[in-house]
């Protein structure tokens, strides 16, 4: 898994720095251009990992969409759909997983809405009971509640649904875009409505497209039979980007000013900005751009149920604020990307700060937190909430930093641009284990597949010394050649990117441990006694470890006393038994793809 450090501010700045389209507006105008006849080109828009679920859904069902390097053309439109059967993946993208099920009971087809294991684990259950009520027929692939599902109703009836509100405001816009193509919609709202700036994004975006919503208090909305109609939108910058760089102008004392964005947006995070007022900072709204100049941070009580997504980064400024900052209206962000709350609580401790949570809020025990190498839960807002904290405080890193792909590829460009430096590494990858467990012909086959270099510390030991194993063994002794050992492997930790099998004994000093842990994850390899036994044969090429008479009884010795050392450095374990060294090199690849997702 690769990992960024972060040097932190040396002093304040007074810096300008663009940040890209907004997210939530990309995504709103990519759905309702597809349900726009003819061409609509939207200009600014967000690339990232979202906006890709999105087009590749829209792309799958026939619908012909042109990227330009300023813009997104969407050529086609629904009626471009045909009957057949479709597969949507929408990868991680929460956002486009509820699209592309509201929008695949108004069209032509049979559906199967998908994503990635992570996004099957994220609720629709309460969508789906309201996409129902209109008359749409969807099955559930798997447990009911979550995707992936099958849509096979091409149209919906106009009329009345209920929709529980408390869970996503998704949900809401969902049913709201689609609301023209089954002939208009009356939508009630039971339970309170959560992130309602959301659902007036929504409404906005409809309305620069030609169709009106009638709301009630949030509690009832109404889309007569209307019919999109556009051919240019412009998306403003995205205001949730933007906040991090706020955040770090409080935290840092600095002032940053973010250029393209719309002082007067409608974007949920803009309530983020009154809460940074409140911990101490200055905000200046500007044409085109808002500025925030900091003075520290203040503990506070903020309701976050409008703007969820800063609840990360104002839990992160509530780390460096003496006293207790308690954020609520954070119940939804246990079904995002990861349990958010959890994953909060987790990396703050790290952090040597002291937290508490109810269903929904988060207490957080401010005072002199401490730089910790931070996990991020293949969650893109985890990832720029805690390099926040980089800014000001040394010796941040951020596992999985590619994760902010999601919405925002070129943050750490924009990090960096600030004076805030960071550095990547990817991680070695360290094959430990006993002897006949299949460290050197696993290590050769998964240098061969990543096309790297292998790094033996047995062999590299040979050459420094121009002697054999037993060799240096039978000169110097074990005393001699595990210092040898311990010096080659501080020695080589230094690298990046480096593939390292080691010799059993490496696991007997935890420095040697501690050293290769710091930029590389640790593999055990491990087989049974039988195993063992049987791939080291008579070789006669590996000094004793023990006084033992029997093959088998030094290993069943060996083992007995090293194989707590083992399962204590290792951060995943391979079992051998059955795998050749091809196999157990696509196993070990599989598993590190996955961590790092």
């Not at 501010?9 to 997210?23: D, E, M, Q, T």
């Not at 008359?135 to 009345?160: N, Q």
């Not at 311990?486 to 593939?499: K, R």
Request: hydrophobic share 40%; charged share 25%; with cysteine.
């Amino acid at each position: 898994m690769k990992s960024l450090s972060i040097t932190p501010l040396s002093r304040p700045v007074k810096a300008r720095i663009a940040v890209p389209g907004s997210k939530s507006y990309t995504l709103r105008a990519l759905l309702l251009a597809a349900m726009t006849p003819g061409k609509v080109t939207i200009v600014n828009p967000l690339v990232s990992d979202d906006t890709e679920a999105m087009l590749g859904c829209l792309e799958t069902l026939g619908i012909n969409v042109r990227r330009t390097p300023a813009s997104i053309e969407v050529l086609g439109s629904v009626r471009d759909i045909t009957d057949k059967d479709y597969s949507l993946d929408a990868g991680l993208s929460g956002i486009t997983l509820r699209f592309m099920l509201a929008l695949s009971c108004v069209v032509p087809g049979r559906q199967t809405v998908t994503g990635d294991p992570g996004l099957l684990k994220r609720p629709v259950g309460k969508l789906v009971d309201s996409l129902r009520g209109l008359g749409a027929d969807m099955e559930y692939s798997g447990k009911d509640g979550y995707p992936p599902l099958r849509v096979t109703s091409a149209v919906l009836h106009s009329g009345k649904t209920v929709l529980d509100g408390s869970e996503s405001s998704q949900y809401l816009s969902a049913l709201l875009a689609i609301a023209p193509l089954a002939g208009g919609s009356e939508v009630q709202v039971k339970g309170e409505l959560g992130s309602r700036p959301y659902i007036d994004m929504t409404m906005d975006a409809m309305k620069d497209f030609g169709v009106r919503v009638r709301a009630k208090d949030y509690l009832s909305f109404s889309v007569a039979g209307q019919a999109y109609e556009a051919a240019r939108y412009k998306v403003e910058g995205d205001v949730s980007s933007a906040s991090y760089f706020f955040a770090i102008a409080a935290l840092t004392k600095s002032t940053i000013t973010v250029a393209n964005l719309n002082p007067k947006s409608l974007q949920a995070d803009m309530a983020f900005l009154k809460i940074l007022e409140r911990m101490g900072a200055g905000v200046a709204y500007g044409k085109d751009s808002i500025t925030v100049a900091g003075k520290g941070v203040k503990a506070l009580d903020a309701d976050m149920g409008d703007c969820p997504d800063q609840a990360q980064t104002l839990a992160v400024l509530a780390a460096f604020a003496d006293g207790k900052t308690v954020i609520s209206g954070v119940k939804s962000l246990r079904v995002k990307e990861t349990e958010r709350l959890k994953a909060l609580r987790n990396e703050l401790k790290k952090m040597d700060i002291r937290t508490s949570s109810t269903a929904d809020s988060l207490t957080i025990h401010g005072g002199k937190p401490k730089g910790a190498a931070i996990d991020t839960y293949g969650d893109h807002r985890m990832a720029m909430s805690f390099a926040v904290a980089g800014s000001k405080l040394a010796g941040m890193k951020i596992k999985a930093p590619d994760v902010v792909g999601k919405t925002f590829p070129e943050f750490w460009e924009k990090l960096d641009a600030l004076g805030v430096e960071t550095i990547t590494k990817a991680p070695n990858i360290v094959l430990i284990g006993m002897r006949g467990t299949g460290k050197t012909t696993i290590a050769r086959a998964l240098a061969r597949k990543l096309g790297v270099e292998q790094l033996d510390l047995d062999h590299i030991m040979s050459e420094k010394l121009s002697l054999s194993t037993p060799e240096i063994v039978a000169k110097h002794g074990w005393g001699y050649f595990r210092g040898q050992e311990a010096a080659i492997a501080q020695e080589i930790s230094q690298m990046n990117g480096a593939l390292i099998s080691t010799g059993g004994g490496i696991v007997l000093r935890p420095d040697n441990i501690e050293a290769l842990s710091k930029n590389g994850v640790i593999i055990l390899l491990s087989a049974s006694l039988d195993t063992m036994v049987s791939r080291l044969g008579n070789s006669k090429d590996r000094p004793p470890l023990t006084d033992k008479k029997s093959l088998r009884a030094e290993v069943q010795q060996v083992r007995r006393e090293r194989q707590h050392l083992y399962e204590a450095a290792a951060d995943m374990v391979i079992k051998t038994d059955r795998l050749t060294p091809a196999k157990a090199a696509d196993l070990i690849i599989g598993k590190l793809e996955l961590s790092e997702s």
